[in-house]
C-alpha cells in the first residue's frame, strides 16, 4: 500500500465528512489518478489515464465537475496552459513553486525562485498590501520544440 496516498485520502474523507458529503468512489479515483501521476494533466488527459491504468471509465463532464469541487476545496489546483479552456491540474503542492509552460506542446515545468519571491512580497508591500498568494506562469516555447 501507497501510505503517502492513504494518509491523502483519509484527509481527503475527513473533509468530505466536514462538508456533510458521501464519498464517491470516482471522486476517489479521479484524486489517486493524480496523485500518482506526478504531472499536470488535463481533464481530457486525465480521463484517459482513468481508463487505460485504472480500468474505469469516467465521463468527461464528470472529470471536469469533480476538478473543480476539488479546486473549490483547495485540494488540487490548475494553471492554465493556453486558450481559455485548457487548464492542467495538479494535487495541490504542500510546497510553493512556479510554472513556465510551453504553447506548442503544452508541457508544463515547475521552478522555484526565492529572489522573485521576495520581489513580490516587496511589490506587495509598496502597493501596502500584504502578499496572501500569487500565481507565477511563464509561457513560452521548449527546447524540444524551438528545435
Ligand atoms: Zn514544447
Ligand atoms: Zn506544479
Redesign the pocket.
Known amino acids: 500500500m501507497d501510505k503517502k496516498f492513504d494518509k491523502f485520502i483519509n484527509n481527503f474523507r475527513v473533509l468530505i465528512k466536514d462538508l456533510g458529503l458521501k464519498n464517491s468512489t470516482q471522486r476517489e479515483i479521479i484524486l489517486k489518478a493524480l496523485f500518482h501521476s506526478k504531472a499536470?494533466l488535463s481533464a481530457e488527459e486525465l480521463s484517459t489515464l482513468i481508463k487505460k491504468e485504472y480500468d474505469s471509465s469516467i465521463g468527461i463532464a464528470t472529470v471536469y465537475r469533480v476538478l473543480s469541487f476539488l479546486e473549490d476545496h483547495k485540494v488540487v489546483s490548475s494553471i492554465n496552459i493556453g486558450n481559455a479552456n485548457s487548464k492542467a491540474y495538479?494535487i495541490n503542492?504542500s510546497d510553493h513553486?512556479d510554472?513556465i509552460v510551453c504553447t506548442k506542446c503544452k508541457k508544463v515545468l515547475?521552478f522555484f525562485n526565492p529572489d522573485l519571491e521576495k520581489l513580490q512580497v516587496e511589490i506587495a508591500n509598496k502597493n501596502g498590501f500584504k502578499l496572501i498568494d500569487h500565481d507565477m506562469i511563464l509561457y513560452g516555447i521548449c527546447a524540444g520544440c524551438k528545435k
Request: hydrophobic share 0%; net charge negative; aromatic share 0%.
Open positions: 499536470h495538479e503542492p513553486h510554472h515547475e
